[in-house]
């Protein structure tokens, strides 16, 4: 089994959409994915990224990604934020999940972030475990708040 980290393409998207839906089954929400392949390669890969993209590839194969992008923190100043680390489920424990995370990390290093953050479901616990013997300070006193697109219409009307 040869493997490879690898800066994403703009026609590695539609393999890393499907990562991405599988990735949704995985986390319970099936029908939660709206953002499609042609989106992933107008937001990467237009005049100005969104976000950068490395995969893991087996045998030629991607069967991984982390998609990450920057953020500004007011206490930090800039930081990188990974969206998502996927592994393909029938590779998980096999170290590419490490091997991305390596590269995140490798990446925000050289590009001079003061921190690199995420969010990790609660009841994923092998991923947090994942991320806590690689250093990561899990933050079990910070909630995340999301005003989806309807919350955001709804919001509207009373201002």
Same mark, same amino acid.
């Given at each position: 089994?040869?493997? #490879?980290?690898?800066?994403?393409?703009?026609?590695?998207?539609?393999?890393?959409?499907?990562?991405?839906?599988?990735?949704?089954?995985?986390? @319970?929400?099936?029908? %939660?994915?709206?953002? #499609? %392949?042609?989106?992933?390669?107008?937001?990467?890969?237009? @005049?100005?990224?969104?976000?950068?993209?490395?995969?893991?590839?087996?045998?030629?194969?991607?069967?991984? %990604?982390?998609?990450?992008?920057? $953020?500004?923190?007011? =206490?930090?100043?800039?930081?990188?934020?990974?969206?998502?680390?996927?592994? !393909?489920?029938?590779?998980?424990?096999? *170290?590419? *999940?490490?091997?991305?995370?390596?590269?995140?990390? !490798?990446? *925000? @290093? !050289?590009?001079?972030?003061? $921190?690199?953050?995420?969010?990790?479901?609660? =009841?994923?616990?092998?991923?947090?475990?994942?991320?806590?013997? !690689?250093?990561?300070?899990?933050?079990?006193?910070?909630?995340?708040?999301?005003?989806?697109?309807?919350?955001?219409?709804?919001?509207? @009307?009373?201002?």
């Amino acid at each position: 089994m040869k493997n #490879t980290i690898r800066l994403a393409t703009k026609n590695d998207m539609k393999s890393v959409h499907d990562l991405i839906v599988e990735l949704a089954v995985f986390e @319970k929400e099936p029908h %939660a994915v709206e953002v #499609t %392949a042609k989106n992933l390669e107008s937001d990467g890969y237009g @005049k100005q990224p969104k976000f950068t993209c490395f995969v893991a590839e087996v045998d030629s194969k991607i069967v991984g %990604a982390a998609l990450i992008y920057m $953020r500004y923190s007011t =206490w930090k100043g800039e930081v990188l934020h990974l969206e998502d680390l996927i592994v !393909k489920d029938s590779l998980r424990g096999s *170290g590419l *999940g490490t091997a991305l995370l390596d590269e995140v990390v !490798k990446h *925000g @290093k !050289k590009i001079g972030v003061k $921190r690199i953050c995420w969010e990790v479901l609660d =009841w994923n616990a092998p991923a947090i475990a994942f991320y806590q013997k !690689k250093g990561a300070d899990v933050k079990r006193d910070w909630d995340v708040v999301h005003l989806n697109e309807n919350g955001i219409k709804n919001y509207l @009307k009373y201002i």
